[in-house]
């Protein structure tokens, strides 16, 4: 079987059809291909749409997934698929006209690429009302490895989701599968080892429209407050381990170093309570070994601890503990 699109639903019954039809419009038809949904502890009525369409189209598997969460979901998918390639597509999101034909010749035409990575566009708007972009020029171009790890990792702007990749299966026999002990940004992990470890062809193409959900400014607050702890999460479960495991290049060490340290400070200043921020304190040495706490970087957190103004946070952030980096990344 030529390709697997997997979909993970968790009460996506009012996006179901309309991802589904996105697939269809790709006039897949003379590739040997499979939908796979994943009922990730839907609630609604997702899995009532999913079996209606399966009685419609023979293409169309539904698998349920009972431990909860995306990463879960992604690779309950990468499991059950027969395809030689798989595509990741969100419920609510949406396929631009050809864009899996496009990817799929890249990968055809070129054995030695383990993935195609194009682009992606966000709208607050379906595809059939949106102004169809004219930016794209269909070209191919190469890098080879790290140079796209690298680039993911410097920078979460340039991070496009995974409904814009398409992977050779094998790839997660060599990369591994979705990191399911990440809070969130589970994707981004495996883009980033991705990127450093395969081959990645670009395509200056649109592959898929981003459905943004429109939220409050409450929620817009709370996200990003929480995205600081996300991003913890991702550097000691899959960031730190990638530098631990594999001959990476020094621009990654120090990128990871610097991360791994403002991080530390900002989860401990932006804490409420110095209880809580005594725990995180405590914990930190431990969730980042074997390596270990530089006495002047433990110092400096300790501080803001006690004295958690924000001017103490920030010098620490921004100045002290890039400076620190710099000045011995090679005792690291």
């Not at 269809?24 to 038809?29: G, N």
């Not at 804490?271 to 074997?290: A, C, H």
Request: charged share 25%; hydrophobic share 40%.
């Amino acid at each position: 079987m030529k390709l697997s699109v997997i979909i993970p639903v968790h009460n996506g019954e009012k996006f179901i059809k309309r991802a589904y039809n996105s697939i269809k419009a790709q006039k897949l038809e003379t590739y040997e291909h499979e939908i796979i949904f994943i009922d990730n502890n839907s609630t609604d009525g997702s899995s009532s749409v999913i079996k209606e369409l399966m009685q419609l189209d023979p293409v169309v598997k539904l698998y349920e997934q009972p431990d909860k969460g995306e990463a879960h979901a992604r690779n309950k998918g990468i499991e059950k698929a027969k395809g030689e390639y798989l595509h990741q597509l969100d419920v609510d999101d949406e396929l631009f006209p050809g864009a899996l034909r496009k990817m799929i010749n890249v990968l055809d035409n070129h054995p030695k690429v383990e993935a195609v990575v194009g682009k992606m566009f966000k709208s607050h708007k379906p595809l059939s009302e949106i102004e169809m972009p004219t930016d794209e020029t269909n070209e191919v171009t190469f890098h080879d490895k790290p140079y796209w790890g690298l680039k993911w990792f410097e920078s979460l702007r340039y991070v496009v989701g995974e409904a814009a990749f398409m992977h050779r299966k094998s790839v997660f026999e060599k990369i591994g599968n979705y990191n399911v002990h990440i809070s969130m940004g589970t994707d981004t992990a495996v883009d980033i080892k991705l990127g450093m470890l395969c081959n990645v062809a670009y395509i200056n193409t649109y592959i898929y429209l981003y459905f943004k959900h429109f939220d409050s400014i409450t929620a817009v607050s709370k996200r990003n407050y929480n995205q600081i702890f996300h991003l913890w999460s991702r550097s000691i479960q899959a960031d730190l381990p990638l530098y631990l495991g594999y001959d990476v290049p020094l621009e990654y060490k120090s990128r990871l170093f610097r991360q791994l340290f403002t991080t530390m400070g900002k989860i401990i200043g932006y804490s409420k309570g110095l209880k809580n921020r005594k725990k995180i304190y405590l914990q930190i040495p431990s969730d980042i070994s074997p390596v270990k706490l530089p006495f002047l970087i433990k110092l400096y957190l300790k501080f803001i601890v006690y004295i958690p103004l924000p001017i103490v946070t920030k010098f620490y952030v921004y100045y002290f503990s890039k400076w620190y980096v710099d000045r011995n990344l090679d005792r690291f």
